[in-house]
């Protein structure tokens, strides 16, 4: 998987559980809830104030590191 900043954070989160620890590090405690879960990751960091090109770097290179 390669995540954009269009992604929805459900489906990061469906391929891997564990990307859920990049969200909670900038403040994004409300993964369970579903409007979360629809959210893109560009809308989720404009709601939090956060770096959209940052998180989506991070994940990406924990996502490789695991190939």
Known sequence: ?????DTVIGDILDYDMECG????EIGMHCLGCPSARGESIEM???VHGTD???L???INAYLSSKK
């Open 52 to 54: 959209a090109d940052e």
């Open 1 to 5: 998987m390669v995540v954009t900043k």
């Open 21 to 24: 620890q990049f969200f909670l």
């Open 56 to 58: 989506v770097k991070k």
């Open 44 to 46: 989720a960091c404009l």
